[in-house]
């Protein structure tokens, strides 16, 4: 289980969102977080592609999850990540590469 983050609100805020879980609209702090993030994620798509690009290119995420995360297609994902200038780059083992080459090597006969 991930380790809980921390942070700090105005006091305003914080007491607005205890009353908002007193007044029975949410169950606790962490569903009114929750409920905000998905709202903010929602009015602003491009923070959630922003997130998941910086968790892709941190090495996080794999790029499947990454547009997962993002919502969208890896077609278009991977043009996030270009039109980014992040250069995605292909891991393989020797193994693979051989076999690919060995492939390319029939095709061409």
Known sequence: MPQAETFSL???ISDEISALVRAGFYSSKSDVAKDALRCLFEHK???KITAAV???NSGEVSLG???EI???NTADFKDA???RGI???IKSSNKRVK???EIIRKARR
């Open 87 to 89: 250069v995605r780059v």
């Open 45 to 47: 798509p491009h923070l």
């Open 54 to 56: 910086e968790l892709y």
């Open 99 to 101: 076999k690919g080459l």
């Open 70 to 72: 993002a919502e969208m």
């Open 65 to 67: 999850k990454a547009s």
């Open 81 to 83: 990540l270009a039109e």
């Open 10 to 12: 105005p006091e305003i």
